[in-house]
């Protein structure tokens, strides 16, 4: 139990178009989900939260804007990089908690954009 | 949050118990020890986590000692499918917690 996937993933894309990636809760609801972006040997940074239904909340320095969330169903919330450009390019990973914040999170496999 | 230290990296033989240390003298009385792991280019795994009680799964068993200022994770019979980096984290249960993932342990099995 306890599985999420994302897809696609792996993509490259050209500089200054968009790409959305998908985050499912295979065998669960997830009511939270998570967005965490992690460059060459650096940690994971949590750029968002988002709830089922409700806009996200964005982690201080990460452009909601740049950043689209959408978090339409509670087994599926899709991430969307607007105007991507070089420095975008990252491992971007996703999480999710069935329900009450002290539940544990499970992670997804892992996005990895290139952006040329 | 508390913070949490863990030593940069590891290794330990094939076949034997691996032993990950963790500090966290600051742990309030509500966070609990988190452990998860990253294999390189993967998401985050989740291993296992407690409060004040020792806990064990069939991943790992999680060792905190009396005062809770520190834990250890034990992984019974590594094998080389255990080389990670480990992320020890403290977390409370007041609500919009939030995993801050630092530095970890990266842990090496050697054949």
């Known amino acids: 139990g306890a599985v999420v996937s994302q897809h696609p993933s792996w993509v490259i894309c050209k500089s200054g178009t968009s790409v959305k990636i998908e985050c499912r809760s295979l065998?669960?609801?997830?009511?939270?989900m998570f967005w965490y972006r992690q460059f060459p040997k650096q940690s994971l940074m949590l750029m968002a939260t988002s709830n089922e239904g409700s806009k996200a909340t964005y982690e201080q320095g990460v452009e909601k804007d740049k950043f689209l969330i959408n978090h339409a169903s509670l087994t599926l919330s899709t991430l969307t990089v607007t105007s991507a450009h070089p420095e975008d390019s990252s491992f971007y990973i996703c999480?999710?908690?069935?329900?009450?914040?002290?539940?544990?999170?499970?992670f997804g496999p892992g996005t990895r954009l290139t952006v040329l | 949050d508390a913070k949490t230290t863990q030593p940069p990296s590891m290794d330990c033989a094939e076949g034997r118990a691996a032993n990950l240390p963790c500090n966290h003298s600051t742990i309030s009385g509500n966070e609990y020890v988190y452990w998860y792991r990253q294999i390189h280019s993967q998401g985050p795994q989740y291993i296992i986590h407690g409060l004040k009680n020792n806990e064990t799964n069939e991943m790992a068993s999680l060792i905190i000692t009396e005062d809770r200022k520190s834990s250890t994770l034990i992984l019974p019979h590594a094998t080389l499918r255990d080389t990670a980096v480990y992320y020890c984290?403290?977390?409370?249960?007041?609500?919009?917690?939030?995993?801050?993932f630092g530095t970890g342990t990266r842990l090496t099995i050697i054949p």
């Open positions: 065998d669960f609801q997830a009511t939270t």
């Open positions: 999480s999710a908690q069935r329900g009450v914040s002290t539940d544990t999170q499970y």
């Open positions: 984290i403290a977390l409370g249960d007041f609500g919009n917690e939030k995993l801050t």
